[in-house]
């Protein structure tokens, strides 16, 4: 497999639910950074995690990293239609080259 | 907020022709990025710039793909003779420093006929 695999690939909730996306990376990073992006559009960046970090919160966004396991996961709290778009995490080296996963492909339905 | 701005926002050209995208990164960023988006698959690292020279390629990044800074602003990726598979969205990034978030730009979508 490769750097930088979400899990699911895709995920259907109601709004008001949680989503929980998982990324598993194979070598070392830097940095872990969870982007989302809208159908055609650009990648919007949503949170940046350290490599000496366990967890960060921004809003209704929860990201936690796992060096151990060499593995992060995203978690949105009471999900809305608006949440409704493709996550990606992609994984930072110290000379700053990334990889990025497949992206996790979530439906918000209203 | 300060964005990173690209253009065109979609450009057609005939295969064999060069072409050149244009990036505007924010003004303080110092690390620069061109990644690739083939449609229906996941962004692809290109090329990362620092202090005026590539610093790090991926293999897709061949003698084909250059890139420059032609002043203070601007941020190019060119490519030279171009072939149908590099039809694809074409990411502009930039980042303060090592520790800090990328920012993309909406993107250059690249059509080769």
């Known amino acids: 497999s490769q750097q930088g695999e979400e899990d699911p690939q895709a995920l259907s909730i109601q709004e008001g639910e949680n989503a929980t996306m998982n990324c598993s990376y194979k070598?070392?990073?830097?940095?872990l950074q969870w982007y989302r992006q809208n159908s055609g559009r650009g990648l919007v960046h949503l949170i940046l995690?350290?490599?000496?970090?366990r967890e960060k919160h921004s809003g209704r966004l929860r990201v936690t990293l796992d060096t151990s396991k060499k593995s992060s996961s995203l978690l949105i709290t009471a999900s809305r239609a608006a949440d409704t778009a493709s996550y990606f995490c992609?994984?930072?080296?110290?000379?700053?080259?990334?990889?990025f996963g497949d992206g996790t492909t979530l439906t918000v339905k209203p | 907020e300060p964005e990173v701005t690209q253009t065109p926002s979609h450009q057609v050209t005939q295969m064999g022709q060069e072409v050149i995208l244009r990036c505007v990164p924010i003004?303080?960023?110092?690390?620069f990025y061109w990644y690739r988006q083939i449609l229906g698959q996941k962004v692809e690292f290109l090329v990362s710039?620092?202090?005026?020279?590539?610093?790090?390629k991926s293999e897709i990044f061949d003698d084909q793909f250059s890139v420059e800074r032609p002043d203070g602003s601007n941020f190019t990726l060119k490519i030279r003779s171009t072939k149908l598979e590099d039809s694809a969205m074409y990411f502009c990034?930039?980042?303060?420093?090592?520790?800090?978030?990328?920012?993309f730009g909406d993107g250059t979508r690249l059509s080769i006929l």
């Open positions: 995690i350290r490599s000496n970090e």
């Open positions: 003004s303080n960023h110092l690390y």
């Open positions: 990034a930039s980042r303060e420093d090592i520790n800090q978030p990328q920012h």
């Open positions: 070598t070392s990073i830097n940095n």
């Open positions: 992609a994984c930072y080296t110290n000379a700053g080259k990334s990889t």
């Open positions: 710039f620092y202090n005026n020279e590539i610093s790090e």
